[in-house]
C-alpha cells in the first residue's frame, strides 16, 4: 500500500543529543514537510521540500536540519540547539502544490 | 503571512447533534483541506476544498474562497468524531499553513 512512513513511533533522547527522525513515502509526491505540535496546540511548519536537493525553512526552523537526497526520503534531525525538542513530529507529501496534504502517523519525541 | 482562525476553539455535542465549525483566512488562497486528528494522533483527510461544496456521510464542506471562509457540517454527531479539526491553507506555491483547530467531544 501506498502511504507514509514514520520511523520510530517514539523516541526518548538525553539533553545535548542530536536525533534524526525519519520520513519516507512511496506515493511517488514531489513535496514533502515537516511540522511539529505541542500538547493541545495546532501543526506548526519546520521545513519543506519541493524537490531533490532543495528545501525552504518553514515559521520554526532554528535548531532543526533537514536533508532530501531522495524523492522517498525527508529525513529531520532535531539539534542540540532546539531548547525544547519535546513535541510530536508529523510528516507530510503531496503531489503538487495545488493537491491534498497526506499525513504520516507521527513521532512522539521525548527529552529529558 | 496569512492568518488562518478556526471557531469555535472547543465544542460540545450530545450524540446526534449537528454542528458547523468554521475556517477564516485572511488572504487569497490556492487549496484548503479539512483534516481530523484522532485521539491517537493520526491526521485523516477529510476534504481538499479550495471552492465549493462537497459531501462525504455525514460531513460535509463549504469553501467560499471570494469571502475568504470555509464551513464543515457534521451531522448526526458520533461519539468517534471527536477530536480536532484543523483546516489548511495554500496561498500558493506549497507552504501550507494550520489553523489553531477545533476539538470537538461527543458525549454519549
Known amino acids: 500500500d501506498g502511504g507514509i512512513t514514520q520511523s520510530p513511533k517514539y523516541l526518548f533522547r538525553k539533553e545535548g543529543q542530536n536525533v534524526t527522525l525519519s520520513c519516507e513515502q512511496n506515493?511517488?509526491?514531489?513535496?514533502m514537510y515537516w511540522y511539529r505540535q505541542d500538547p493541545g496546540q495546532g501543526l506548526r511548519l519546520i521545513y519543506y521540500?519541493?524537490?531533490?536537493?532543495?528545501?525552504q525553512k518553514g515559521d520554526i526552523a532554528e535548531g532543526y536540519s533537514v536533508s532530501r537526497e531522495k524523492k522517498e526520503s525527508f529525513p529531520l534531525t532535531v539539534t542540540s540547539a532546539q531548547k525544547n525538542p519535546t513535541a510530536f513530529y508529523l510528516c507530510?507529501?503531496?503531489?503538487?502544490?495545488?493537491?491534498?496534504?497526506?499525513f504520516g502517523n507521527g513521532t512522539r519525541l521525548t527529552v529529558t | 503571512g496569512i492568518q488562518v482562525e478556526q471557531s469555535p476553539p472547543d465544542l460540545i455535542l450530545q450524540e446526534g447533534a449537528n454542528s458547523t465549525l468554521r475556517c477564516n483566512f485572511s488572504d487569497s488562497v490556492n487549496n484548503l483541506q479539512w483534516f481530523h486528528q484522532n485521539p491517537w494522533g493520526q491526521l485523516i483527510n477529510l476534504f481538499y476544498?479550495?471552492?465549493g461544496t462537497k459531501q462525504n456521510g455525514r460531513l460535509s464542506a463549504t469553501t467560499v474562497a471570494t469571502e475568504r471562509y470555509s464551513l464543515l457540517y457534521i451531522s448526526s454527531s458520533q461519539t468517534t468524531d471527536s477530536g480536532v479539526y484543523f483546516c489548511?491553507?495554500?496561498?500558493?506555491?506549497?507552504?501550507?499553513?494550520f489553523g489553531a483547530g477545533t476539538r470537538l467531544f461527543v458525549k454519549a
Open positions: 489548511a491553507v495554500n496561498t500558493g506555491g506549497f507552504k501550507t499553513i
Open positions: 521540500s519541493q524537490i531533490v536537493n532543495d528545501f
Open positions: 476544498i479550495p471552492s
Open positions: 507530510a507529501s503531496r503531489k503538487g502544490g495545488n493537491s491534498p496534504l497526506h
Open positions: 506515493l511517488n509526491h514531489d513535496a
